[in-house]
């Protein structure tokens, strides 16, 4: 079978290459794998910043969806047809993370998705929503649930308002949760393009962070001098002091990303005058992907994104790596 594989960091060095076909053993998937998002994890495990003493050579991406092409002895919860996911973290079913838990993440631990077949743990699956795509439901398990967690951490109820950072994948995704949580929603972006786009999905109001650097000002203004209820943070140290001027006292701040360098020290001061909330969100369990699967399946909610074939999964890389994209990009495996 063909797979792109890590044989040295770099995006010239991601290697096309031959690997014999697995077999499940008892308690087993076969998954033939139609789509793979891409995540910005992806890029960073790819170039060797995630984790740069990761054992080599490793197949990349978190994210995919498939069809089940063979189940291996015992298993009674999936049959050859049936349309799945895997789950990001293979060892985290239920209850809270902890450190066991937190072992076997696609694309790091453990071999990814970026292959034309995998074998996962029975466990390690759950089904695709029937309306959706396998490049749609390629999307969902660590940009989708990585946001259904952050608006459970930020406890959104109707009338909450919500910021959010970007027009990346997560970003679009807790757009559209907050939204169907009766939310109103405010985002920054360094395009004025992008958040024309962002208003076509429900973003309520939109500034664009280069013209306007201090948006924290704007989201005080926005919310009458209160402040946000959630800023859902993809920036990082970055911009994680913005954040904190930017909640309500009491609010909180679902901290996701990595993407932005420290600018000025964190403001202790601030946290605790504001009593803030700062809640570290990794992704999630599969029963979380499961309860937010019945959600986006009531609401017929469709992810938002762009396809390329695998074969591109170089140029797509760059792609992300410039901040070009909107939502999420998938890789069509043909």
Excluded at 24 to 36: K, Q, W
Aim: glycine share 12%; with cysteine.
């Amino acid at each position: 079978m063909r797979v792109w594989q890590i044989s040295s960091f770099g995006i010239d060095s991601l290697e096309f290459a031959e690997r014999p076909m697995p077999v499940p053993g008892p308690g087993e998937v076969l998954v033939a794998v139609r789509a793979v998002s891409l995540n910005f994890r992806d890029l960073m495990m790819v170039k060797g910043l995630y984790n740069p003493k990761m054992k080599l050579p490793r197949i990349p991406c978190s994210d995919g969806a498939g069809e089940v092409a063979a189940v291996g002895p015992g298993v009674t919860l999936w049959k050859p047809g049936d349309r799945v996911a895997g789950i990001f973290m293979q060892n985290w079913i239920d209850g809270p993370l902890t450190a066991a838990r937190a072992k076997g993440a696609l694309g790091g631990d453990i071999d990814g998705m970026l292959s034309e077949h995998v074998v996962l743990r029975e466990l390690g699956l759950v089904a695709i929503p029937e309306y959706m795509s396998f490049q749609e439901a390629a999307t969902l398990p660590c940009a989708a649930v990585t946001a259904w967690n952050a608006l459970a951490a930020g406890e959104v109820k109707p009338g909450a308002t919500v910021l959010i950072q970007g027009t990346g994948g997560v970003s679009m995704f807790a757009l559209q949760f907050a939204r169907l949580n009766g939310a109103r929603v405010i985002g920054v972006s360094s395009s004025n393009e992008k958040l024309e786009r962002a208003a076509a999905l429900g973003l309520d109001a939109g500034l664009n962070y280069r013209e306007h650097p201090d948006w924290e000002e704007w989201a005080l203004e926005q919310t009458g001098g209160e402040g946000v209820d959630l800023v859902v943070e993809v920036g990082g140290s970055g911009t994680l002091p913005r954040s904190l001027k930017a909640i309500r006292y009491g609010g909180t701040v679902a901290q996701i990303g990595v993407l932005a360098g420290a600018a000025e020290p964190l403001a202790i001061p601030l946290i605790l005058h504001k009593m803030a909330r700062i809640h570290g969100i990794y992704v999630g369990s599969r029963r979380n992907f499961l309860e937010m699967n019945r959600a986006i399946t009531l609401a017929q909610l469709r992810p938002i994104g762009e396809a390329f074939h695998w074969a591109q999964t170089r140029e797509v890389l760059q792609k992300m790596e410039e901040g070009s994209h909107f939502g999420k990009l998938v890789l069509t495996i043909e």
